[in-house]
Nanobody
Framework: QVQLVESGGGLVQAGGSLRLSCAVSGIISRITAMYWHRQAPGKQRELVATITSSGSTDYAASAKGRFTISRDNVQNTVYLQMNNLKPEDTAVYYC?????????????WGQGTQVTVSS
């Protein structure tokens, strides 16, 4: 199994920064892409950022230019650096990884970390 533990959330004023971390443990071989999602109250969960095994990244339009996803394959950790935070960034942030095993992608999720941005 694969376990994911997020950290780094909290309360920050608009314009501030936070760095989220997601530590991956367990059977971590064959992990491919890693992702950050978020879910605001009353809204559907949305994909915020993606990083592939080769380091290619992609971002939601709302995150481009402000958020940076990165991964440390030695520490088995994925990060989300969030700058110039806005009140609309308030949400529970979840990390998610894909693990490719015998041609099937298995998804694993963390428990989430709350980010609250005050105006």
């Amino acid at each position: 199994q694969v376990q994911l533990v997020e950290s780094g959330g909290g309360l920050v004023q608009a314009g501030g920064s936070l760095r989220l971390s997601c530590a991956v443990s367990g059977i971590i071989s064959r992990i491919t892409a890693m992702y950050w999602h978020r879910q605001a109250p009353g809204k559907q969960r949305e994909l915020v950022a993606t990083i592939t095994s080769s380091g290619s990244t992609d971002y939601a339009a709302s995150a481009k230019g402000r958020f940076t996803i990165s991964r440390d394959n030695v520490q088995n950790t994925v990060y989300l650096q969030m700058n110039n935070l806005k009140p609309e960034d308030t949400a529970v942030y979840y990390c998610h990884v894909d693990r490719l095993l015998y041609g099937v992608i298995h998804n694993y999720w963390g428990q989430g970390t709350q980010v609250t941005v005050s105006s």
